[in-house]
């Protein structure tokens, strides 16, 4: 199993499990601003799930009622970094180019949302399989208003996940939207309490589980594939499930399960 050395993390901590890793942002002085060096890092959690394919769970800073702090998921990019950034690093693509390759991690990814989810925050969050938030949420992309766009994936991304016209809202109105807005929106599919953000997250994460790792590996790939692809795709995808052991073993499974209730 490629493992993650958490020593090796600066901008993320890392928690590993078997079938998991929670990856948590980790500038909490300047509410996560995504900045090289979480790119980098993140490009490395890439690699390792990669090479074993784990369910990943991206998280930010909890908050702390005792200490009376908020949490936060990410407040965009790094303006002071972006300001200095000319047309080369526009076209090398920095942030769309991480969050393209978390959308396509193996495994399914999981956002877990409390706070600002706003620029490239939101489109991490975006990226992301399944969406968790909390009503201190507020998800939105400002960045006409900064002179830039969108870029890194809010533009299209968005738009299949709330539809037209809220995400020109979003984009060329600067709305931001609330946690409950998010959910009656279908932008988090689940909205829970802060301090039961992570249990939530992780309950996903053991229901994603529960199923066949690589009936779910290729689901996702045929899922993300093309409509030209279909119905193709799904035949091809479906011959290889039908020769794997675990779909014998689990579906003799569900066979002895049925007779044994019949027959008590």
């Known amino acids: 199993m490629a493992r993650l050395d958490a020593a090796d993390f600066t901008t993320l901590q890392i928690e590993q499990r078997e079938d998991r890793v929670v990856a948590q942002l980790h500038r909490p002085e300047v509410r996560n601003a995504i900045d ?15 090479r074993t394919p784990r369910i990943l769970v991206l998280t930010g800073t909890p908050s702390d009622a005792s200490a009376g702090t908020k949490g936060v998921f990410a407040s965009g990019a ?16 920095i942030n769309s180019t991480i969050f393209d390759r978390i959308a396509r991690l193996p495994m399914p990814v999981i956002a877990a949302l409390d706070g600002y989810a706003l620029g490239g925050g939101a489109e991490l969050a975006y990226a992301a399989d399944f969406r968790i938030g909390t009503e201190a949420l507020r998800m939105g992309n400002p960045e006409a208003a900064l002179g830039i766009l969108a870029a890194a994936g809010a533009t299209w991304r968005l738009k299949e996940l709330v539809g037209e016209p809220l995400a020109k809202e979003i984009l060329l109105a600067g709305t931001v939207l609330t946690g409950a807005e998010c959910r009656a929106a279908g932008l988090i599919t689940e909205l829970v309490e802060p301090a039961a953000l992570m249990d939530a997250a992780h309950a996903l994460a053991d229901r994603i589980s529960a199923q066949d790792p690589l009936a779910v590996r290729i689901t996702k790939s045929v899922f993300q594939a093309p409509r030209e692809a279909h119905p193709m795709i799904d035949t091809l995808a479906q011959g290889m499930l039908f020769e794997s052991q675990a779909k014998f073993e689990r579906m003799q499974a569900f066979l002895d399960q049925k007779n044994t209730k019949e027959q008590s």
């Not at 090289?36 to 990669?50: K, N, P, R, T």
């Not at 790094?78 to 690093?89: F, G, K, M, S």
């Open 78 to 93: 790094d303006i002071a970094q972006l300001r200095e950034r000319r047309r080369d690093d526009a076209l090398a693509g």
């Open 36 to 50: 090289q060096a979480m790119v980098d890092e993140l490009h490395a959690v890439c690699s390792a799930l990669e």
